[in-house]
């Protein structure tokens, strides 16, 4: 019985595409010569659909979970193939249900589980914390700025804020002063 290729898991965002992860993550397979396992969670709509008869709408277009399937699966494709190219060898599965927890499934068996840093203030320390501790093996968490994500809106508020701290201590006691005349750069 053989055993097992090396698997990396890579959780794919829809929003960013996840490619310094999804590079990571080929990286360290084709090194260990193992194999890619991309990863997207998908979920029904939380409301139900309004009546189709009252509305006169077909129930023909009423989204179905395999067509949700089916299209979470054809956008996670093109997101790899768009990151990787195609013909990367990777391979593609999407699981119904929320992030960590399709994440924590799919990550079962496998060497490794590589994922970027969540950019959301509200999911994020918390969402990957948590996965940290559910997984069943080790963890890699990209960090924003190896992945080169763009600052979130606390760091470009945070950064505002001191500037406008520093140019008000820096003028503070100087009647007349304004913040630009002194300025020194």
Same mark, same amino acid.
């Given at each position: 019985m053989a055993p097992d290729p090396y698997t990396v898991v890579v959780g794919v965002s829809p929003t960013s595409k996840s490619p310094t992860a999804l590079q990571w993550a080929l990286d360290q397979a084709r090194h260990h010569g193992g194999r890619v396992v991309a990863v997207r969670a998908w979920q029904l709509p939380r409301s139900a659909p309004p009546s189709t008869v009252a509305q006169g709408t077909s129930a023909g277009r009423v989204p179905t979970a395999t067509s949700l399937e089916s299209q979470a699966r054809q956008l996670l494709v093109e997101d790899v193939e768009h990151v990787l190219g195609p013909d990367?060898?990777?391979?593609?599965?999407?699981?119904?249900?929320?992030?960590?927890?399709? #994440?924590?499934? =799919? =990550?079962?068996? =496998?060497?490794? #589980?590589?994922?970027? /840093?969540?950019? /959301?203030?509200t999911t994020g320390p918390m969402f990957a914390h948590r996965l940290v501790y559910s997984a069943s093996c080790p963890?890699?968490?990209m960090p924003p700025h190896i992945s080169g994500a763009p600052p979130s809106w606390l760091q470009r508020l945070s950064v505002a804020a001191g500037r406008q701290t520093l140019q008000s201590l820096g003028s503070s006691g100087r009647p007349g002063l304004s913040p630009r005349q002194g300025r020194t750069d």
């Open positions: 990367s060898g990777v391979e593609i599965r999407v699981i119904r249900g929320g992030r960590r927890k399709s #994440l924590v499934k =799919a =990550a079962r068996g =496998a060497d490794l #589980l590589v994922v970027d /840093a969540p950019r /959301a203030l963890v890699v968490v």
